[in-house]
């Protein structure tokens, strides 16, 4: 099959609600996982994990935790899309490790001032932004911020509740970059956000911490599976020049 380029994957690509009973190649929709982590995030946290879901009663059970959707009772395989918030010192020490092997073995006092900003970005920065305790924290450094925020330019989003944001928008840019990658293979898929997370949550064994973005069923359309023609507002409507 050829690979369709990338603007003809973004017509391709409808929320296919019913799919045919056919086989999805594993390795492929692996391999479009992998294209999903390719995906930008902020500041290079990579704050997501994905769940390639395989297994007939795992299927099952996620089947009944989505509602009994057609597009996860049909869908040959399912994609779990999760926000991982609380791992965020693990990635953050990650990006240190790899800067540090990038610039080599040389002692941190020869880093150039480009290298050293870096390092302090994610030694000294992120921490500021992500740790709290209880919320608490993070609204007091938002009170801060709002008041530097009158003097100058400064980043806002620092409350629990922000960050939370933070994840998941760059969640949803991996996801696209997966289905995307799915359409330009012509395989399938439709991302669903009504599900029970809780119960996604217990099936997957997830932490408290970790947060359901998406779940996303793959698979081969059928001819049912598209439920009418594509609808967009007008694009004046949301397109606006400055």
Same mark, same amino acid.
Do not use: C
């Given at each position: 099959m050829e690979e369709k380029t990338v603007s003809a994957a973004i017509s391709y690509r409808r929320s296919i609600r019913?799919?045919?009973?056919? #086989? /999805?190649?594993q390795e492929i929709v692996k391999q479009c996982i992998k294209n999903a982590v390719l995906a930008p995030t902020s500041s290079n946290l990579q704050?997501?994990? +994905?769940?390639?879901?395989?297994?007939v009663n795992i299927?099952? #059970?996620m089947k009944r935790a989505c509602l009994d959707q057609? $597009? $996860? #009772?049909?869908?040959?395989q399912l994609v779990v899309v999760v926000t991982r918030k609380d791992l965020w010192k693990k990635r953050r020490n990650a990006n240190i490790n790899f800067l540090k092997n990038h610039y080599g073995s040389k002692p941190e006092d020869q880093?150039?001032?480009?290298? @050293?900003? $870096?390092?302090?970005?994610?030694? @000294?920065?992120?921490? /500021?932004v992500y740790f709290d305790l209880l919320g608490i924290l993070g609204w007091? @450094?938002?009170? +801060? +911020?709002?008041? /530097?925020?009158? +003097?100058?330019?400064?980043?806002r989003q620092v409350r629990h509740s922000d960050l939370r944001v933070v994840?998941? #928008?760059? $969640?949803?840019l991996a996801a696209e970059n997966f289905m995307i990658s799915m359409a330009a293979l012509g395989y399938d898929t439709c991302p669903m956000e009504g599900s029970d997370t809780l119960r996604v949550k217990r099936i997957l064994g997830l932490p408290y911490g970790a947060e359901i973005n998406m779940v996303i069923g793959c698979g081969i359309r059928d001819e049912k599976g598209v439920y009418?023609?594509?609808?967009?507002?007008p694009f004046e409507e949301v397109y606006h020049k400055k």
């Open positions: 019913v799919y045919k009973d056919e #086989k /999805v190649d704050l997501w994990e +994905f769940y390639h879901i395989t297994d299927l099952n #059970k057609n $597009a $996860a #009772k049909t869908a040959d880093y150039s001032r480009r290298e @050293k900003l $870096a390092l302090n970005y994610y030694k @000294k920065l992120i921490p /500021v007091m @450094k938002y009170a +801060f +911020f709002n008041i /530097v925020g009158l +003097f100058r330019p400064v980043y994840a998941h #928008k760059s $969640a949803g009418g023609p594509q609808f967009r507002v």
